[in-house]
C-alpha cells in the first residue's frame, strides 16, 4: 500500500513539475498519453452524430421516424402541414414536386431543428429531403390525398354573338359559404381583346348578384367593349374553397360581343330610340304599362328573342291570351318588348298590361337589329327593375353603366 501510494504521489509530482493536469488527462509513469476528448455537442461544426433522428409528423397522421439515413413514405390529408423534428444543425433541407404547381410547396426553419413546410395541396406527390453537414441525406417521400372538389361553370360561351350588356352566370355544383363565395369572385380575371390588341377589364370594378346559393350574375362596371372577344376566367386550383373543400382546375369562358346596340324607351313620349355605337338609328312609338301594370324602369337585358310568341294569362277578369309576333324578353316576371297589333294606342298612350308594345312593322325591323345581351334603358314607367328580375337586374346595382344615358 505504501508503495502504490509512493508511486501515486510520483504521478502527481511529476506532472506538477511539467506544468500541472494537460487537456484533461494525467501523466502516470510508463503510459502513453491518450488523445483529449471533444463531443459533438461541444463542437457542433465537426462532424455529424452516426446516431441522430429525425421525425417527420403531420396533423393525425402517423410519424416517420428515421434512426438512419433513408428514404421514407408519408401519405396526408391535404390542408395539412408536415413537420420534421431534431433535424440535425446546418443541414440543408428542400422540397420538390414530380409536376408543376401553381402554389408550390415550400418549408422553413421555425426554430433550430425544427421545419415545416407551407400547407399541402390535393394530389401532392414530391419529396423532402436533408443533407447534413457530412453530405448524409435523408429522404422523405410525400403523397396527398385526393380531396372533394368544387366544380364552377361560367356561361354564355362563344356559340354566338352578344349584346355589350350581357352578364356572365357562374354556377357550382355545391352550395357555398359566403366566405366561399368571396373566394370565387375574388378569383374571377378578364381581358377583352380587340383586334390585335388586349384590353384589361377590372374585374374588382364589376358588381356580383348571387340569385341563389349556387348561381350567381357578374357584370362589368361599365358595358363589355363592341366587338370584343372577352376571355373570362376562374381558376380555384390548389385553393381550399370550404374546409375539407377544394378547387381541382380553371374554368374558361369565351364571350363573343357584337355591336354596342341600346335601347331607350321613354314612357312619358311614348318612343322606344335604339342607338348603335351612340349613334341613333331610329325612333319607334310605342305603348307600355298602364296605370296598376307599370311597365318597369332602369336598366334590362334583352335574354330571349321569339318570332313568334303566345303570351298568357289565366286571371279570369284581367287574364289574356294573345299570340305576339317579334317578341323580346327582357325580364323574368313576363315583361316583353313585342309587337300588338291590337293595341290601337301605340304612340299615343300607355295601356299594355307592362309590356312594351310596338306596330308589327316596327317590332320586326328592331327584332332584326337586336342582339341577345342588348341593353335596354325605360324611364316614365314604374318601380325600377329588382336586381334578381332577369339577366338585366344587376345593371341596377352599383355604378351606372353608361352615366351618359340622359344625353341619349
Known sequence: MRALTSMSALGLAIAAFSGGAVAGFV?????????????????????????WRITATSGQTKPVKAARPTQNTMTINPGKR?????????????????????????????????????????NWKGHISVTTRSNTTWRLKVNTKQAPSVDVQISPNSEQIY????????????????????????NLTLEAHLGSGVEPVDAAGGTWQWSSETEA??????????????????????IEVMKG??????????????????????????TLTQYQGGKK?????????????ETANGWKIVYEKYDMKRLYNPDPVNGWDVMAPWSMRVTTMGEFIHSAPWN???????????????????????????????????????????????LGGIWNVGADPMPEVSSL
Request: proline residues 7%.
Open 217 to 238: 350574375q357578374f357584370r362589368p362596371a361599365t358595358f363589355w367593349p363592341a366587338n370584343s372577344t372577352v376571355h373570362a376566367r376562374i381558376n380555384l386550383s390548389d
Open 344 to 390: 290601337p294606342s301605340i304612340g299615343y298612350a300607355n295601356t299594355s298590361h307592362g309590356c312594351t308594345n310596338l306596330t308589327v312593322d316596327d317590332a320586326k325591323w328592331l327584332y332584326d337589329r337586336t342582339q341577345i345581351g342588348d341593353p335596354v334603358y325605360t324611364v316614365g314607367g314604374g318601380q325600377t327593375v329588382r336586381s334578381w328580375d332577369g
Open 163 to 186: 349584346g355589350v350588356g350581357m352578364p356572365l352566370t357562374i354556377r357550382t355544383d355545391t352550395v357555398l359559404t359566403p366566405e366561399a363565395k368571396a373566394i370565387v369572385e375574388d
Open 245 to 270: 373543400l377544394w378547387g381541382d382546375k380553371e374554368t374558361i369562358t369565351t364571350l363573343n360581343v357584337g355591336k354596342q346596340n341600346i335601347i331607350v324607351v321613354d314612357l312619358n313620349d311614348y
Open 281 to 293: 338609328k331610329a325612333e319607334l312609338k310605342t305603348s307600355g304599362g298602364k296605370a296598376g301594370w
Open 82 to 122: 408536415i413537420t420534421l423534428h431534431s433535424v440535425p444543425a446546418g443541414s440543408t433541407v428542400t422540397i420538390s414536386s414530380s409536376h408543376q404547381q401553381r402554389f408550390p410547396a415550400t418549408i422553413e426553419e421555425r426554430k433550430p431543428g425544427k421545419w415545416a413546410t407551407s400547407v399541402m395541396t390535393p
Open 27 to 51: 501523466i502516470t509513469p510508463g503510459a502513453t498519453p491518450a488523445a483529449a476528448k471533444i463531443t459533438h455537442e461541444e463542437k457542433p461544426h465537426l462532424r455529424v452524430p452516426d446516431t
